[in-house]
């Protein structure tokens, strides 16, 4: 049973680029969340999809949006990217109930250069 | 915005020693959970305590809740060097039938030497 499954690794990209980073959820689970874990700091909310729809968002700006598939599996998009942005995105997933625990991926770090 | 302050932030000790870390929160919450992470990478759910809880425990972790003080304390017994790694609560403030979002703490990272 394979867990939460995050592309790619490591990503480099510079300035005003723009990035996709991709997750697949837990078998079973069909609901997705995206933190931002800046070094040093606790993970930081984004957003949630569930029936590919975003259910609700954290103070982040409409530079980072994302999808939910019909097979669950999610995308993170980030535009005109800031050197702010550098940090380790990791998926969560979770069923839709109970959904109190949330299976994390091992995260995509990204540096902007 | 961070939801939990967690204390100590850096805490060393020897194998086979108690570790205590400490979480303090700002609102009302549905449940609080920690969480551990290896080297910066993903996280692995611990525990969760509900907000009708005061303690649970778990092989070696127990955790206890206060919630007119907002804070909760993870306990974990006869230290191992595996347990080296960075520990996180996190508090989930929505009610029954909504997105299970959770606010995590600044998180206090744990040396066991062995």
């Known amino acids: 049973d394979a867990g939460v499954t995050q592309s790619p690794t490591h990503l480099i990209k510079t300035r005003g680029q723009q990035v996709t980073l991709r997750c697949s959820p837990k078998?079973?689970?069909?609901?997705v969340s995206w933190y931002q874990q800046a070094l040093g700091q606790g993970p930081q909310f984004i957003f949630q999809y569930y029936e590919e729809e975003e259910r609700q968002r954290g103070n982040f700006p409409d530079r980072f949006s994302g999808h939910q598939f019909p097979n669950y599996s999610s995308e993170l998009n980030v535009n005109a990217l800031l050197l702010g942005d550098s940090a380790l995105y990791l998926c969560?997933?979770?069923?839709?109930?109970?959904?109190?625990?949330?299976?994390f991926g091992a995260g995509t770090r990204l540096s902007v250069l | 915005s961070q939801q939990g302050e967690e204390d100590p932030q850096a805490l060393s000790i020897q194998e086979g020693e108690n570790a205590t870390m400490n979480c303090s929160y700002k609102?009302?919450?549905?449940?609080l959970q920690w969480y551990r992470q290896n080297s910066g990478r993903g996280l692995v759910h611990l525990i969760l305590i509900r907000s009708n809880e005061r303690e649970k425990h778990s092989g070696r972790l127990r955790v206890t809740l206060d919630t007119s003080k907002k804070s909760s304390s993870l306990l974990i017994t006869a230290s191992r060097a595996a347990d080296t790694a960075s520990y996180f609560c996190a508090t989930r403030t929505d009610g029954s039938g909504n997105t299970g979002k959770l606010i995590f703490g600044q998180g206090t990272t744990l040396q066991v030497k062995p």
């Open positions: 609102t009302s919450i549905n449940n």
């Open positions: 969560a997933s979770s069923s839709r109930e109970p959904k109190n625990i949330q299976y």
């Open positions: 078998s079973g689970h069909d609901t």
